[in-house]
């Protein structure tokens, strides 16, 4: 808060070469229909929910090459139906549980100071979003931003607090972050970077992220080489250090191809053990034996556990783009793990019939959120192979531009489908309808539940059937 | 002897006209020097109209620099306010703030939408992109010019390019793909001088002939030569700053 405090008066008290305020307004209307009788809980998500959100781009200029940004959004939201089960086992209505649901909240996506010192060599400090991979739905290299919205790659801004060092020359760029994690927020503004403050100590550690990266302009193409050591940031992973690359480059034209590739030991990937999940009885022999349900067995081991995404754009003669992309994660679940975590998503259901608090296991069985902008689709991919795939066809009829994207987990073949129109009404107002329909794949390559005999494969894991969501942007 | 006296007075009056005429490389490198000058800054404004007679107009500043190098700002109106472009080469990125990235993009995508496309903008270097020879012109007081690609990685495969006599600026030119067929023409006006012993069309209209009811212009608001920017500002890694 103290660097904030800083920044704001830098803002503040820098002579202005040139100040300027941007951004938009933005109306969201959704409609979900919630999947009562899925293996997540419904009952803290509305079906129906209106943000406003009023966002503001200030820019300082307090002397040539050297400025103050901030990107800062005031949401203001009403949520409304909200829908679970009874103990009968049919659909009804719920009490609002979640009072944050229908709090105003505030996101600071950036707030940063950059400063050239010479034009080979830059600082900044702050919150920026910076993202050196290449992917374009998903980035295995960015560990350090929230994750994104693959089917809709521009709605994520949101950035981590950093101290960056660049030497920017001619075909090279040397860059060097130190990022300490957030600890504590509240509405979006961090209360504690770095260490847990004492009146909460969790630990005593230090949690950051410091990066190096090398980047090279060479034969037409993008080249980033990309050196990660962290420290309990964003994941369980000590003095663990990784390796990135990153390639882009277009051929023949119009074919663009790119690989993002991150490459370490182990996982901080939590793990249901074999066999302490298939039932009540053996959850409860486990605990009796004292071995974890759900464990980390990953995180100290030898093996290489390498993330890479290949993908490629191709853009036709109208314009429309086609864009494909494949993920492979070498510690995503495999079949027989996923069937464990339905099978512990199954217990947990149970758990919760009984009154029990179960989203510190459900985070850890699909990978945690965090708080920041709201968007449309938050996507942590847990399985190993996934393809994603984007259409977009845009100038029908001048400011009409329809697109489609799917994302698709290969083992199970299930997906998510999410058509959208934009309308650019005019030069300073878009409306935009999407909607967003997650599909199962065959019954033969899905998991069981157990109790039921359910087949369930991992977009079925959606707690809604489906969702329309209607925006409409104010630029100003 | 007769028939060499006639000959003799025939090469005496035709040389000069002849070591008059311009050649087609040097009408090329004249194009390029003044619609593309070695290093400049501009301000400029784009409009774009449509089929349904409505338009879009974008403020925008662009700085060139040596070595097939420039970049583009766009300043406004308020949707597009930050977006920028860099060409290096043959390479093209594209900076939306929405995303806050830079991401590579295809030389011949539209620019913002209109009927330029980006070479169009970015990529003036005529004399290096394309072969040209002179041919005769049908409007009066100009030169034509037929330009032929010299590879693939332009935007057009043929060009007609007509400029005037007097100081070999442009008047007009057509645009054709490799089937042969034109795709867009252009129309430059309204020379202006920007600085002494510099002019150059600060009009160019250029009309999409595959959808006759689309045109954009692109006017010039003002224009500097000779400027010197640091080679940092042409890199990726400078986008959005």
Redesign the interface.
């Known amino acids: 808060m103290y660097l904030l405090g800083v920044l704001f008066l830098v803002l503040a008290a820098a002579p202005a070469l040139a100040a300027e305020v941007t951004g938009y307004v933005e109306s969201r209307t959704q409609y979900s229909r919630s999947r009562v009788h899925g293996l997540l809980p419904t009952d803290a998500q509305p079906e129906v929910q209106q943000i406003l959100e009023l966002n503001a781009q200030p820019r300082h200029e307090y002397r040539p090459g050297g400025f103050v940004a901030a990107d800062l959004s005031l949401f203001l939201q009403g949520a409304w139906r909200y829908r679970g089960l009874d103990t009968e086992g049919q659909e009804v209505g719920v009490p609002v549980r979640e009072a944050s649901a229908a709090r105003p909240f505030v996101s600071l996506s950036e707030l940063y100071v950059s400063h050239e010192v010479v034009p080979a060599l830059h600082l900044l400090a702050g919150k920026k979003r910076i993202l050196w991979g290449t992917g374009w739905a998903y980035n295995p290299t960015d560990l350090l931003n929230p994750p994104k919205d693959p089917t809709d790659p521009t709605s994520q801004r949101v950035g981590a607090y950093m101290l960056r060092v660049e030497v920017p020359l001619e075909k090279f760029t040397f860059s060097l972050v130190a990022s300490p994690a957030v600890l504590e927020q509240e509405s979006g503004l961090p209360r504690a970077l770095l260490v847990y403050p004492e009146w909460n100590a969790l630990d005593h550690e230090a949690h950051y992220l410091l990066a190096a990266r090398a980047y090279a302009l060479v034969a037409n193409a993008d080249l980033n080489l990309m050196l990660f050591h962290s420290n309990l940031y964003r994941d369980d992973f000590e003095d663990k250090t990784q390796l990135g690359f990153s390639f882009s480059r277009y051929f023949f034209d119009d074919y663009e191809l790119h690989v993002e590739a991150l490459v370490g030991r182990g996982s901080a990937r939590s793990y249901p053990t074999p066999g302490c999940l298939d039932s009540g009885e053996a959850a409860v022999d486990c605990f009796r034996r004292g071995e974890p349900l759900i464990s980390q067995r990953r995180l100290e081991e030898k093996r290489l556990r390498p993330r890479i995404l290949v993908g490629t754009r191709y853009q036709f003669s109208d314009e429309s783009l086609l864009s494909a992309e494949y993920l492979y994660q070498a510690d995503g679940l495999k079949r027989s793990e996923f069937q464990d975590v339905v099978s512990g998503l199954s217990l947990l259901s149970v758990a919760r019939e009984l009154g029990l608090d179960t989203e510190q296991v459900l985070e850890q069985l699909l990978g945690g959120t965090e708080a920041g902008l709201s968007q449309r689709f938050r996507f942590v991919p847990i399985s190993r192979h996934y393809a994603f795939l984007t259409f977009q066809k845009p100038k029908i009829r001048d400011d009409f531009t329809v697109s489609a994207s799917l994302i698709a987990n290969l083992r199970d073949l299930s997906g998510l489908l999410a058509p959208s129109v934009a309308w650019s009404t005019t030069e300073w107002m878009t409306l935009t309808l999407s909607g967003f329909v997650p599909f199962s794949g065959p019954s033969s390559l899905a998991a069981t539940v157990p109790a039921t005999g359910e087949h369930v494969s991992e977009f079925e894991l959606i707690p809604s059937s489906y969702r329309v969501l209607l925006q409409a942007r104010l630029f100003y | 002897m007769k028939a060499f006296l006639l000959a003799l007075v025939m090469v005496l009056v035709a040389g000069p006209a002849l070591a008059g005429d311009p050649t087609a490389e040097e009408l090329l490198q004249r194009y390029d020097e003044v619609m593309g000058p070695r290093t400049f800054e501009a301000e400029s404004q784009m409009t774009a109209w449509?089929?349904?007679g409505?338009s879009?107009?974008y403020e925008l500043r662009m700085l060139k620099a040596e070595d097939d190098k420039s970049r583009i700002w766009f300043k406004s109106?308020?949707?597009v306010?930050?977006q920028e472009i860099l060409r290096?080469?043959?390479?093209l990125w594209v900076y939306?703030?929405?995303?806050?990235?830079a991401?590579?993009m295809?030389?011949?995508?539209?620019f913002q939408?209109g009927d330029f496309n980006n070479a169009d903008i970015l990529r003036v270097s005529y004399s290096k992109d394309y072969t040209g020879k002179v041919v005769a012109s049908d409007v009066p007081e100009t030169w034509a010019l037929e330009l032929k690609a010299k590879s693939?990685?332009t935007a057009y495969d043929a060009i007609k390019l007509w400029v005037r006599k007097s100081d070999g600026l442009p008047v007009k030119a057509q645009y054709f793909g490799t089937s042969g067929q034109m795709l867009r023409s252009a129309e430059f006006s309204d020379y202006v001088e920007f600085e002494k012993g510099y002019q150059r069309p600060a009009k160019v209209v250029m009309r999409n002939e595959l959808v006759k009811s689309r045109r954009s212009e692109m006017v010039v608001k003002s224009l500097k030569r000779g400027v010197e920017v640091?080679?940092?500002?042409?890199?990726?890694?400078?986008l959005g700053?």
């Open positions: 449509r089929e349904d409505s879009r107009t109106p308020a949707s306010k930050g290096v080469g043959d390479n939306l703030p929405s995303v806050k990235r991401t590579r295809a030389n011949r995508e539209s939408g693939q990685e640091p080679a940092q500002r042409f890199t990726q890694t400078d700053r």
